[in-house]
């Protein structure tokens, strides 16, 4: 049964930092796209960065605007997203991807999620 499980989530002022873990059991991930969405109360879930098999990053660059950076232990079949310069606007719930399909364009698999919540 693969799972994905997501830590790192809790409480931060604004200008903080904090650091999502996402890790992969039953399966690696190692030739397939992971990443992040976050889905803030009221509001649709967002596309936050992706990686892919050759450890290239793309980002929801008008969110995160260059304060978030997405890394992977391909081996582990982890996935991180540390989060600089964090914003009150960044709190939402934060849920890893994982497999991307794309003949449905959706992820096959998804996390938990865990809560970010940032104070001003």
């Known amino acids: 049964q693969v799972q994905l499980v997501e830590s790192g989530g809790g409480l931060v002022q604004a200008g903080g930092s904090l650091r999502l873990s996402c890790a992969a059991s039953?399966?690696?991930?190692?030739?397939?796209?992971m990443a992040w969405f976050r889905q803030a109360p009221g509001k649709d879930r967002e596309f936050v960065g992706r990686?892919?098999?050759?450890?290239?990053?793309?980002y929801n660059t008008d969110s995160v605007k260059g304060r978030f950076t997405i890394s992977r232990d391909y081996a582990k079949g982890t996935v991180y997203l540390q989060m600089n310069s964090l914003e009150p606007e960044d709190s939402a719930v934060y849920y890893c991807?994982?497999?991307?399909?794309?003949?449905?364009?959706?992820?096959?698999?998804w996390g938990q999620g865990t809560q970010v919540t940032v104070s001003s």
């Open positions: 990686m892919g098999w050759s450890g290239v990053a793309t």
């Open positions: 039953g399966r690696t991930f190692r030739r397939e796209s």
């Open positions: 991807a994982a497999a991307y399909n794309s003949y449905t364009n959706k992820y096959q698999y």
